[in-house]
């Protein structure tokens, strides 16, 4: 439609694209103060772990953050993707802001977006990171006097274990639909797996 209105030219014609163009940004605008708003309605705080792993001990041994593999509700303590180790001495590692709710995951995560050098680099990072919560997590167990040496013996060889990777995550309900297994089941068979590759605490058992 072509409109010939008095005073108007084809400079204020072009204004319009502009004023779309604002009208357009302030809608978006208002659509994320809309989504903040009705994310504060929500409980859920979805706290970030710091930007640097140093220990287990100033890592959250809780989070309500989703696996960045299963997809499932961290809950415990997320295992963090480590992009490079900035020093040994202390230790100090940069996170990806990626978490996982175990080694298991963490490792099909890497599978699948990685290769070469940068796949075995994460790979080793996650066995550091998998080293250590081991440590903490079966503090308990280190701590009882006649399993010391049973301890020692499987924490030299979890430096070297191969972390496996955790069971598809789409044979459950929620990607695949009523004949899929249930979130339950879906840990049920992570914790079989960890037994069978005596991963975390089965490395004592
Ligand atoms: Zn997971």
Redesign the pocket.
């Known amino acids: 439609m072509i409109m010939n209105l008095r005073g108007i030219t084809k400079e204020y014609v072009d204004g319009l694209d502009d004023i779309f163009e604002s009208k357009f940004t302030e809608n978006l605008q208002n659509d994320s103060m809309m989504i903040e708003n009705y994310e504060t309605k929500e409980t859920i705080s979805y706290k970030t772990p710091p930007d640097f792993f140093t220990s287990v001990g100033e890592w959250p041994t809780v989070s309500d953050l989703h696996?960045?593999?299963?997809?499932?509700i961290?809950g415990g303590f997320p295992f963090p993707e480590i992009e490079k180790i900035v020093s040994i001495e202390p230790f100090k590692a940069q996170t990806m802001k990626r978490y996982?709710?175990?080694a298991?995951?963490g490792r099909s995560f890497i599978d699948r977006e990685y290769d070469g050098q940068k796949k075995n680099d994460k790979v080793k990072f996650l066995k550091i990171i998998y080293d250590k919560h081991l440590r903490y997590e079966c503090a308990s167990i280190i701590n009882d006097e006649k399993n010391r040496e049973k301890v020692r013996q499987a924490l030299s060889i979890s430096r070297v274990i191969n972390i496996p990777n955790?069971p598809d995550?789409t044979q459950m309900k929620k990607f695949s639909g009523d004949m899929g297994i249930t979130t339950e089941e879906y840990r049920e068979l992570?914790e079989h797996v960890k037994k069978e590759n005596k991963i975390g605490c089965y490395a004592f058992a």
Do not use: V
């Not at 696996?67 to 499932?72: A, E, I, R, W």
């Open positions: 696996c960045s593999y299963c997809d499932l961290i996982f709710c175990d298991l995951c955790a995550k992570k």
